[in-house]
């Protein structure tokens, strides 16, 4: 799934780089101005082989339930999701085939052999599991079809990861001319979007661990600081904390875009600011936004924060089981609207919410047209906001976790703009 934020991988690094980019922080000397930090990495405890075997027992039902005779995965979040392979993605073809019966079996460069079964057997597929190998001047997608004919699924219905890339499935349709290929999005998405008390206890982690954050770089906000030194300050409080993670940051009328703008922008008095970032824990994502002003605010950015602030705790009041997605999205908008800034889409320019998990965003959306009804342990961003072109903008997002009976946020609403955190 895309997301706005782009970690290292998504950065165009090198997996090399990636790792030494990791390193140079570890060995890093610690930051004074974060001493006060308590490292959390402790408190995050992995996902277990039994859970990811649980998770496979879903996505049989699923697939029976929605006449599927497999699913294949290539790397991403889902392969992760079920697996624990965390694959890097290039023109060589890698994947797995998920039948509804029987064990899953994978397609692997050869001379990417031993690194698959070293992470395939890190998770439920074991130290057993069949891995067909082809050399750099074989068809990969005839092994695959040969994998699903050694299983009697030649002819089979396969769903299809919604992230593999036309060339890859091309070469499968090509490979497998007998096999009707449809969509894995209701097992993937159908298993994925309900979240697991652990795993829901790993977001929460992860919306702490940024707005605690938040919180220790904001404190070291000054006059004359540029938006990438203040996005510093918020990474490495992160790192002091124990996780990668980070913010985007706007600064006065660039604000006024959800997704901000490149140009250098410097921090004056008076100045507003809208952050969006969050980090991983586990590789569970938090997806939070402040905005807030050095100074004093206006009396027109107050009344917009106002505004803003309502439009999330109405959000929150309308999610529940039951309640089609639209709803939650109609409900934040109409306040919007009639504080005077509407229609639609004019002012709040974007959807309400979207899920969130492995991903920073993924299914559900709370968006017009989406009726989808809420379920129990969803978990999505509440994240309303009012851009003013040329003048400024004010988003506030936190990460919602739909309960038995209603919702939470993981973190507390933001108070005001002058005092972003409390206190």
């Known amino acids: 799934m895309l997301?706005?934020?782009?970690?290292?991988?998504?950065?165009?690094?090198?997996?090399?780089?990636?790792?030494?980019?990791?390193?140079?922080?570890?060995?890093?000397?610690?930051?004074?101005?974060?001493?006060?930090l308590k490292r959390r990495r402790d408190?995050?405890?992995?996902?277990?082989?039994?859970?990811?075997?649980?998770?496979?027992?879903?996505?049989?039902?699923?697939?029976?339930?929605?006449?599927?005779?497999?699913?294949?995965?290539?790397?991403?979040?889902?392969?992760?999701?079920?697996?624990?392979?965390?694959?890097?993605?290039?023109?060589?073809?890698?994947?797995?085939?998920?039948?509804?019966?029987?064990?899953?079996?994978?397609?692997?460069?050869a001379f990417e052999e031993a690194r698959a079964r070293e992470q395939i057997a890190s998770g439920p597929g074991g130290s057993n599991a069949q891995v067909l190998t082809w050399q750099e001047d074989e068809d990969p997608y005839k092994l695959f079809a040969q994998g699903l004919k050694q299983r009697g699924l030649a002819t089979s219905r396969l769903g299809m990861e919604e992230e593999i890339p036309f060339v890859f499935a091309d070469g499968i349709a090509k490979?497998?001319?007998?096999?009707?290929?449809?969509?894995?999005?209701?097992?993937?998405?159908?298993?994925?979007?309900?979240?697991?008390?652990?795993?829901?206890?790993?977001?929460?982690?992860?919306?702490?661990?940024?707005?605690?954050?938040?919180?220790?770089?904001?404190?070291?906000?000054?006059?004359?600081?540029?938006?990438?030194?203040?996005?510093?300050?918020?990474?490495?409080?992160?790192?002091?904390?124990?996780?990668?993670?980070?913010?985007?940051?706007?600064?006065?009328?660039?604000?006024?875009?959800?997704?901000?703008?490149?140009?250098?922008?410097?921090?004056?008095?008076?100045?507003?600011?809208?952050?969006?970032?969050?980090?991983?824990?586990e590789g569970y994502q938090s997806d939070i936004s402040r905005t807030f002003v050095l100074g004093k605010p206006t009396d027109k950015m107050q009344r917009v924060f106002e505004i803003v602030d309502n439009a999330q705790a109405t959000a929150l009041k309308t999610a529940r089981p039951g309640v089609a997605c639209e709803a939650v999205d109609h409900a934040a908008r109409q306040l919007i609207e009639e504080a005077g800034f509407g229609p639609r889409y004019r002012y709040f320019t974007h959807r309400v919410g979207h899920g969130i998990g492995l991903d920073g965003h993924e299914w559900p959306y709370l968006v017009r047209g989406n009726r989808l009804p809420l379920q129990a342990h969803m978990t999505l961003s509440d994240e309303p906001g009012i851009y003013i072109p040329g003048e400024f903008g004010v988003r506030l997002e936190d990460d919602m976790h739909i309960t038995e009976d209603g919702a939470e946020l993981f973190t507390p609403q933001s108070p005001s703009l002058e005092h972003p955190f409390g206190g």
């Not at 996902?47 to 790397?75: F, N, P, Q, S």
């Not at 660039?254 to 809208?274: D, E, F, M, T």
């Open 3 to 36: 997301t706005r934020r782009r970690m290292l991988a998504g950065a165009g690094l090198s997996a090399n780089s990636a790792l030494a980019q990791s390193a140079k922080r570890e060995n890093a000397a610690p930051d004074a101005r974060f001493a006060h």
């Open 43 to 109: 408190e995050a405890k992995p996902i277990t082989v039994e859970e990811r075997r649980e998770r496979i027992e879903r996505a049989h039902h699923l697939m029976t339930e929605g006449k599927l005779d497999a699913i294949g995965m290539i790397g991403g979040t889902s392969l992760v999701y079920f697996t624990n392979i965390h694959w890097w993605n290039s023109e060589r073809f890698f994947a797995m085939v998920m039948p509804a019966r029987g064990e899953p079996f994978y397609v692997c460069p």
């Open 175 to 281: 490979a497998a001319p007998s096999l009707t290929i449809s969509s894995a999005t209701p097992v993937t998405a159908g298993c994925r979007q309900i979240k697991s008390a652990h795993e829901i206890e790993l977001m929460r982690l992860a919306s702490h661990v940024t707005l605690e954050a938040y919180e220790a770089a904001w404190k070291l906000l000054r006059d004359g600081m540029t938006q990438n030194e203040f996005a510093g300050l918020v990474s490495a409080a992160h790192d002091k904390l124990g996780f990668q993670g980070g913010a985007g940051v706007q600064v006065g009328e660039y604000s006024a875009n959800p997704h901000g703008s490149r140009k250098p922008q410097v921090i004056r008095q008076g100045a507003i600011l809208l952050i969006d970032g969050g980090c991983k824990v």
